[in-house]
Nanobody, 124 residues
């Protein structure tokens, strides 16, 4: 059974850092693209970053460029989202998702398995 479990969210002050984890089971993360999405209160879910063995890292949100980094640990079958210089507008529930394919897709329909989400709150 394919499963994705996010962890690492919490309350952090502006300018702080967090590392989110996406632990995968039922498949190998190196065989598929894995993306992070987020949904802020009252807003639609948006793509943040994606990583794949075929085309590297893809940024979907310009606002996180230079602040967020995505990485993968194949030994642990886990994908991480390293978030630095956090801003109040980064407050959201963060989800990881597995792509249908090996490369990153911009449409959420390209992702067939989702985690339950982990909440990040950035306080000012």
């Amino acid at each position: 059974e394919v499963q994705l479990v996010e962890s690492g969210g919490g309350l952090v002050q502006v300018g702080g850092s967090l590392r989110l984890s996406c632990a995968a089971s039922g498949f190998t993360v190196d065989d598929y693209a894995i993306a992070w999405f987020r949904q802020a209160p009252g807003k639609e879910r948006e793509g943040v970053l994606c990583i794949s063995s075929s085309d590297g890292v893809t940024y979907y949100a310009d606002s996180v460029t230079g602040r967020f980094v995505i990485s993968s640990d194949n030994a642990k079958n886990t994908v991480y989202l390293h978030m630095n210089s956090l801003k109040p507008e980064d407050t959201a529930v963060y989800y990881c998702a597995k792509s249908l394919l090996v490369w990153c897709g911009s449409s959420q329909r390209a992702y067939d398995s989702w985690g339950q989400g982990t909440r990040v709150t950035v306080s000012s």
